[in-house]
């Protein structure tokens, strides 16, 4: 039987997501509590990999298993809460039809990347700190260009597996928050890389580096050289993940939690 979970973690002391022999990783740990719990050996695979110290408020994982006698849903769920560890959290497991696949069903994902403009000792491991505001008006002038289907080769890592970088983009802006930013970015797939060299480069426009326009020449210019350097890890999270009508049961999502809103 295939299920889907949705979980959440802190990726501070994660070297990411995929499992890498000496390194200790969110799968490796999910993998280890599920294999401990059902009796059998348990291999997810994640909606996307999240990068070392990148964080996740909705991740969906899939796993194939044969509950052992006994055990229902909820009672895997509560079980497995208390065997991972305190900077991991599942809060919704479900059956889905056997060939349902976490990555390749997805449709939407979106990330958000926290900036704070006030320093914060608890929110550090969770944010890029700045001294001095940005100009949130001409970084959303900026971001306007990456609406649409496009070309991300730009803000892409070398060496990365994609057969092509052509994203549609959704939605790509900043929003105020006290004490800060946030810049939220929704787009059918992400290529390597892709967020944190964006976040990046529109900082650099928030600084008065590079006005929107020649951001938007970056951007088409395809070439990798002429983006600013990738944000930092600690502020980036995979925040949703959206399938096709009817694979997740939307309803069960624990609505009370932000991230799982809408």
């Excluded at 971001?143 to 890592?157: P, Q």
């Excluded at 951001?215 to 930092?232: D, M, P, T, Y």
């Amino acid at each position: 039987m295939r299920y889907f979970l949705h979980l959440a973690y802190d990726g501070t002391r994660f070297h990411g997501w995929q499992i890498q022999p000496g390194t200790l990783t969110v799968q490796q740990e999910l993998d280890r509590c599920l294999s401990q719990i059902l009796r059998q050996p348990v291999y997810s695979l994640g909606s996307g990999r999240t990068d070392s110290g990148v964080h996740a408020s909705h991740q969906v994982a899939h796993f194939d298993a044969e509950l052992p006698e006994g055990l229902d849903l909820d009672t895997l769920l509560y079980r497995l809460n208390r065997a991972l560890p305190a900077d991991m959290r599942g809060y919704l497991v479900h059956p889905v039809p056997p060939t349902a696949h976490a990555r390749f069903d997805a449709r939407v994902r979106t990330y958000e990347y926290h900036v704070r403009l006030v320093p914060d000792p608890f929110a550090a491991p969770h944010a890029l700190y700045l001294d001095r505001s940005p100009d949130v008006t001409a970084m959303n002038e900026a971001a306007a260009y990456l609406i649409g289907d496009h070309d991300f080769t730009s803000f892409s890592k070398v060496g990365g597996s994609e057969k092509h970088y052509r994203c549609l983009c959704y939605e790509a802006g900043w929003h105020p928050t006290p004490g800060g930013v946030i810049f939220r970015i929704r787009a059918n797939r992400f290529v390597r890389g892709m967020v944190r060299l964006v976040v990046g480069t529109l900082l650099t426009v928030g600084k008065g580096k590079l006005t929107p326009d020649e951001f938007r020449e970056v951007f088409q210019s395809l070439n990798r050289v002429h983006a600013s350097g990738a944000a930092k890890a600690q502020g980036l999270f995979l925040c949703r993940v959206e399938y096709p009508a009817g694979l997740v049961p939307t309803e069960l999502l624990p609505t009370g939690l932000p991230y799982f809103a809408g």
